[in-house]
T-cell receptor
Framework: AQSVSQHNHHVILSEAASLELGCNYS??????LFWYVQYPGQHLQLLLK??????LVKGIKGFEAEFIKSKFSFNLRKPSVQWSDTAEYFC?????????????FGTGTKLQVIP | DAGVTQSPTHLIKTRGQQVTLRCSPI?????VSWYQQVLGQGPQFIFQ???????GRGNFPDRFSARQFPNYSSELNVNALLLGDSALYLC???????????FGEGSRLTVL
């Protein structure tokens, strides 16, 4: 069964610090990869996605992620965080499982940015 | 444009009762998925429906059931509620089979 691991459960950064959140998945076939974000009081929304092509993908609000196939990783990065980036971030993988496609989420990383 | 709408937003039930949660997808989206999110965890897949047919089911007991209607809206039913069913239930719709999901605000269920 496919699984998604997020290594950092809670991250605290000062504004302007750089961010990298780790995500690893276990699935040997073709996958589509996502990062979703949940801002306080809001619903889950898509931050960025990777289907194919350039393994470095850019999303909204200056976020980017790099797909490294050999490491089964899809880490999220941002060069300089802002207070408004305080949110919970979820890595997700879409892959075939048991005859259908299923999206599996990681446990999430809570990011707190201190002004 | 209206996003995914879910109702009710909050509800409280007692053990043994039954609950029905409702979801309306974004216009034009034919696929609806249901997820359970327990505090401190990521969303766990429950069901996916496409064109009114069940396309996938997660590791949940038979007390959980769902259906999709001709207008692509969906209901999630949970029978014989347990304390452990307390969670945020998320509905997501999608336009294609890429896995890109559009989520609603969720229905927060508390079982006492």
């Amino acid at each position: 069964a496919q699984s998604v691991s997020q290594h950092n459960h809670h991250v605290i950064l000062s504004e302007a610090a750089s961010l990298e959140l780790g995500c690893n998945y276990s699935y040997g076939g073709t996958v589509n990869l996502f990062w979703y974000v949940q801002y306080p009081g809001q619903h889950l929304q898509l931050l960025l996605k990777y289907f194919s092509g350039d393994p470095l993908v850019k999303g909204i609000k200056g976020f980017e992620a790099e797909f490294i196939k050999s490491k089964f990783s899809f880490n999220l990065r941002k060069p300089s965080v802002q207070w408004s980036d305080t949110a919970e971030y979820f890595c997700a993988v879409n892959a075939w499982s048991g005859g259908y496609q299923k999206v599996t989420f990681g446990t999430g990383t809570k990011l707190q940015v201190i002004p | 444009d209206a996003g995914v709408t879910q109702s009710p937003t909050h509800l409280i039930k007692t053990r043994g009762q039954q609950v029905t949660l409702r979801c309306s997808p974004i216009s034009g989206h034919k696929s609806v998925s249901w997820y359970q999110q327990v505090l401190g965890q990521g969303p766990q897949f429950i069901f996916q429906y496409y064109e009114k047919e069940e396309r996938g089911r997660g590791n949940f007991p038979d007390r959980f059931s769902a259906r999709q209607f001709p207008n692509y809206s969906s209901e999630l039913n949970v029978n014989a509620l347990l304390l452990g069913d307390s969670a945020l239930y998320l509905c997501a719709s999608s336009l294609s089979n890429t896995g890109e999901l559009f989520f609603g605000e969720g229905s927060r269920l508390t079982v006492l």
